[in-house]
């Protein structure tokens, strides 16, 4: 792992675009060596989440501050207040 702090992020998704390809969109945008490469090194998503689609779906993403940055860009988050927060990493 890096020399970096690691951190980890729950980044909330709508289930509407998670569950429309959100997602997966995002998996096949970076393959595993991308993400550790920019400092993403471990995402769990629950089971059980998108089949009603007024849910958030939390993705937990650990990495650096770059690395988050990095999913948050794959998962197209442009709310600001998820984007405040995740400025608050460091």
Do not use: H
Request: proline letters at 2%.
């Amino acid at each position: 792992m890096s020399n970096e702090t690691v951190t980890m992020f729950t980044f909330f998704v709508d289930a509407e675009v998670f569950g429309g390809g959100g997602y997966e969109a995002a998996a096949l945008a970076a393959d595993e060596s991308d993400l550790f490469d920019a400092g993403v090194y471990k995402v769990e998503i629950p089971q059980g989440f998108a089949s009603d689609l007024g849910d958030r779906v939390p993705v937990r993403v650990t990495g650096t501050a770059r690395g988050l940055m990095f999913y948050a860009k794959l998962l197209n988050i442009r709310e600001e207040m998820q984007l405040e927060e995740l400025g608050r990493v460091r």
